[in-house]
């Protein structure tokens, strides 16, 4: 069933992440990321940004990915609830991930903050396919 769960790891936080193609494995991540900064339900998207990344694997990029929204949410306070995200692989065999992510700008009164994540990390890190889909895991530094 596509989704994503958390894990329990030891001083960081991991998520697992099922879905019938690779890239709603980006969305459910953008997702699960916001899921542990604060409570996903309290981010409205009103408010949308542009995104275009590129990288050598799939689970390379999904950490960049991860990464940059990380980054939107402690240099600008943008916090993303969804996303509309095209990927296709190059000639060359890079992928490229664009699109647009949508969510509105952090509010300490209606965003409580439940993880304090310092960082994605490459521990644990998987991408592969999977019977009826696509398999990711993910650690959080937190």
């Given at each position: 069933?596509?989704?994503?769960?958390?894990?329990?790891h030891t001083a960081d936080a991991g998520v697992e992440i099922e879905a019938p193609n690779r890239t709603e494995i980006f969305r459910l991540a953008l997702r699960a990321l916001t899921?542990?900064?604060?409570?996903?339900?309290?981010?409205?998207?009103?408010?949308?940004?542009?995104?275009?990344?590129?990288?050598?694997?799939?689970?390379?990029?999904l950490v960049d990915f991860l990464q940059e929204l990380l980054f939107r949410f402690e240099v600008r306070g943008f916090l993303a609830s969804d996303a509309q995200l095209r990927l296709r692989q190059g000639?060359?065999?890079?992928?490229?991930?664009?699109?647009?992510?949508?969510?509105?700008?952090?509010?300490?009164?209606?965003?409580?903050?439940?993880?304090p994540i310092k960082a994605v990390t490459y521990h644990e890190l998987a991408f592969e396919p999977v019977r009826d889909g696509f398999f990711a895991r993910v650690i959080f530094d937190v």
């Open positions: 069933m596509p989704g994503y769960r958390f894990l329990e899921d542990c900064l604060t409570v996903l339900d309290a981010v409205e998207a009103v408010e949308e940004e542009s995104i275009l990344l590129r990288g050598d694997g799939l689970d390379l990029l000639d060359n065999g890079r992928f490229e991930l664009a699109g647009v992510i949508r969510g509105e700008p952090f509010e300490a009164k209606r965003h409580a903050v439940k993880l």
